[in-house]
């Protein structure tokens, strides 16, 4: 997502002449060699990465990439992780190697171990990554003369021998190891004795010496199936990051703390919010009654607004025949996201991965004239995706979730305002809940991909030109990206950026002027003839799962009164006083409000303990002067305790209910609290 800057890269090409090293070119530019802004490799016209020590036969222009740019920290991570390697076999000499990637911000690598690694493990290996980034050692780059040369020297490594053997099949995103035009390994040289100390099969490119790693971390551990599957053996994992500086390394450990500070899945337990079932199983979250509450407010609320703008609620079923999905093209092009079908008397069933087809028989069910349209009918809808349950994450990836779906069905004449309309209501949520950083991606056909995507140009040109203007009046900043269109059409993706400097798709939206056509879905104009109709997809609130998963990260557990479960904790300083109490919960009960009385055994401060742990907006103490004067004493979540009278209390709570008020919310980025 981080703007280019072409101009720019324009102008820093590079002439390398025949027969001399990159690292000569760079060095003779007078280009940075040390520190965050180091070249560390090249990119050449194929695009492709080199190290510095490539020759090219014949002059050549390349482009000096900096470690501080994305493909450079990719570098660096990717480097890091040969260091960790190396570090590994040197302290646990019988450890098998396999893969070893850059991921985003870090980088890891599979070890086939006896034992799993300990925490004091990782700080060993650690510490010998230390002392070889500090010995220099040179990257160097061999050719095997053949396959046979390759597996000879790996006789050893048993995953890597797999890897040689699998050349040209594996996903070169994820495998460094082959996937280049030759077979290559590296060899970490001691840049004083000239001697190989360590080598590995990968195709590179790496940085030019280990002593340019400025700041690394080995974060944790984990336990991975060799290529994902678990049929095949377990291997441990160690997960590292890598920075150009050691502020930035500072910032990102941090990020990292705070992140599993708010991590949903330890609040959804603290907060008894979801809870997973091993009988129901796995990916398929159980909601408990208080993430249940959570989710209902919003439901309500998307309800309240969906209903000022003309929605019509439908319900359908979570199963559909096959037919419907041959209709749509989920069968048998999309597969992957379906589960096997169900036999019932003969004919074939799917849980369906999305509602689109379904709404489309409910438009279909009856004939429409252009004076019902825009037609637009909401569900909030359970769908059912594959997801392999290594990808499972909490409530963030799971197999089954209900989405805040609508469809508009409009004429063509309509879908720029019906969509802008879309737009408006993702920005008027997220202001609501306190959510500032977020941006649309737009994403286009690839024209060049001709399989990927319908082949009706005008209607391209036609859906792109409404999305865009739309966007534009929106005033929602946004980015695009090529080829990340769906078959039907251009879609709209609402990213969230999240108080940890995380980013996510939080909804995805839709021009779609295609499915109406599959689908026969027409309305008769004024001048008597059938039109196709368009339709908008829309899901501003994402799925429950997502967003409520979101949405406890975003606040930290600290809801705001409105979506909070419990939203008052009263506590009475005595026994005497559970009946006065009682009082004040039928007061505030009666004003919609949630509250229960602490009846548990204890004392005032380990009461108060215990709601603030339970992340319980107001807490409203009761004692016996309270009782004679009919009042509360109420504890914010600042701290700030004020006496008022009941009925004063009654209206604020509902006041703060009613204007959804974040006072006290969690969602201020931890160094913007204090
Ligand atoms: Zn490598
Ligand atoms: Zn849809």
């Known amino acids: 997502m981080s703007a280019s800057r072409p101009a720019a890269a324009a102008e820093r090409v590079l002439a390398i002449p025949a027969g001399?090293?990159?690292?000569?070119?760079?060095?003779a530019a007078g280009l940075p060699m040390t520190g965050p802004d180091a070249i560390v490799v090249v990119r050449g016209q194929d695009g492709a990465l080199r190290d510095l020590s490539w020759i090219p036969d014949a002059d050549a222009q390349v482009e000096p990439v900096p470690m501080s740019s994305p493909a450079g920290l990719t570098v660096l991570r990717h480097s890091a992780a040969h260091v960790l390697a190396q570090a590994v076999q040197d302290l646990h000499a019988e450890a098998k190697l396999g893969i070893g990637p850059p991921i985003e911000d870090g980088f890891y690598y599979d070890f086939d171990v006896p034992r799993p690694f300990q925490s004091e493990d990782l700080e060993r290996i650690e510490g010998r990554m230390r002392e070889i980034i500090k010995s220099g050692q040179k990257f160097r780059r061999r050719v095997f003369p053949s396959l046979d040369a390759a597996r000879a020297e790996l006789a050893g490594e048993p995953y890597k021998l797999e890897l040689v053997g699998l050349k040209g099949e594996v996903d070169p995103g994820e495998v460094m190891e082959v996937g280049g035009r030759e077979l290559t390994i590296y060899d970490n040289v001691d840049s004083r004795t000239?001697?190989?100390?360590?080598?590995?099969?990968?195709?590179?490119?790496?940085?030019?010496?280990?002593?340019?790693?400025?700041?690394?971390?080995?974060?944790?551990?984990?336990?991975?199936?060799?290529?994902?599957?678990?049929?095949?053996?377990?291997?441990?994992?160690?997960?590292?990051?890598?920075?150009?500086?050691?502020?930035?390394?500072?910032?990102?450990?941090?990020?990292?703390?705070?992140?599993?500070?708010?991590?949903?899945?330890r609040i959804g337990e603290d907060l008894d919010l979801f809870a997973f079932s091993k009988e129901v199983g796995r990916g398929l979250p159980l909601w408990l009654p208080n993430g249940t509450i959570v989710r209902d407010e919003l439901e309500e609320w998307a309800r309240q607004t969906e209903r000022r703008?003309?929605?019509?609620r439908v319900a359908t079923p979570h199963i559909a025949q096959q037919d419907l999905y041959y209709l749509?093209?989920?069968?048998?092009?999309?597969?992957?996201?379906?589960y096997s079908p169900i036999d019932i008397e003969g004919e074939k069933y799917y849980l369906r991965p999305m509602n689109c087809p379904h709404h489309h028989m409910v438009y279909?069910?009856?004939?429409?004239?252009?004076?019902?349209?825009?037609?637009?009918?909401?569900?909030?809808?359970?769908?059912?995706?594959?997801e392999r349950s290594g990808q499972l994450h909490g409530l963030m990836r799971t197999?089954?979730?209900?989405?805040?779906?609508?469809?508009?069905?409009?004429?063509?004449?309509?879908?720029?305002?019906?969509?802008?309309?879309?737009?408006?209501?993702?920005?008027?949520?997220?202001?609501?809940?306190?959510?500032?950083?977020?941006?649309m991606v737009l994403a286009l056909r690839d024209p060049a991909n001709k399989d990927k995507y319908h082949d009706d140009a005008q209607m391209w040109e036609t859906s792109e030109r409404i999305t865009r203007e739309a966007m534009e009046e929106s005033r929602i900043p946004y980015v695009e990206e090529l080829g990340g269109a769906a078959h039907y059409g251009p879609k709209v993706d609402f990213v969230i950026r999240a108080v940890t400097g995380k980013e996510f798709a939080a909804s995805t939206n839709q021009v779609d002027f295609y499915t109406p056509q599959r689908f026969g879905l027409t309305y008769h104009d004024s001048d008597g003839t059938e039109k196709p109709v368009a339709v908008i997809h829309r899901a501003p609130l994402g799925s429950h799962e997502r967003f409520v998963a979101h949405l406890t990260e975003h606040y930290a557990g600290a809801f705001p009164v409105w979506l909070a479960p419990e939203q008052i904790r009263i506590i009475p300083v005595v026994d005497e006083l559970l009946g006065y109490a009682e009082e004040v919960r039928a007061a505030l009960v009666d004003a919609g409000l949630r509250?229960?009385?602490?009846?548990?055994?204890?004392?005032?401060?380990g009461k108060v303990r215990s709601a603030v742990t339970r992340k319980i907006p107001l807490i409203a103490v009761v004692g016996k002067r309270e009782a004679e004067q009919r009042s509360v004493t109420v504890r914010y979540r600042s701290g700030e305790e004020i006496p008022m009278p009941l009925t004063e209390f009654v209206e604020q709570g509902a006041e703060l209910v009613a204007t959804k008020s974040l006072a006290g919310a969690g969602h201020l980025r931890p160094d913007a609290e204090a």
């Open 20 to 27: 001399t090293t990159c690292a000569e070119a760079v060095a």
């Open 399 to 439: 197999r089954g979730f209900t989405q805040n779906d609508a469809h508009i069905y409009c004429t063509y004449d309509q879908a720029k305002d019906q969509f802008l309309e879309v737009m408006r209501m993702h920005d008027d949520y997220y202001r609501a809940l306190g959510i500032a950083g977020f941006y």
């Open 364 to 386: 279909k069910a009856r004939p429409h004239s252009y004076r019902d349209l825009p037609y637009k009918l909401a569900e909030h809808g359970t769908v059912y995706r594959f």
């Open 309 to 312: 703008l003309g929605y019509q």
């Open 595 to 605: 509250a229960d009385v602490d009846t548990s055994d204890g004392r005032l401060p």
């Open 194 to 265: 000239g001697e190989v100390r360590w080598s590995d099969l990968c195709r590179g490119p790496h940085l030019p010496s280990t002593r340019l790693i400025p700041a690394v971390k080995l974060t944790r551990n984990a336990a991975a199936y060799w290529r994902g599957n678990e049929k095949n053996p377990q291997l441990q994992r160690i997960y590292g990051t890598a920075w150009p500086t050691r502020d930035a390394l500072r910032d990102y450990l941090r990020m990292l703390a705070e992140a599993a500070k708010r991590d949903h899945r």
């Open 328 to 338: 749509s093209g989920h069968l048998p092009y999309y597969t992957d996201d379906l």
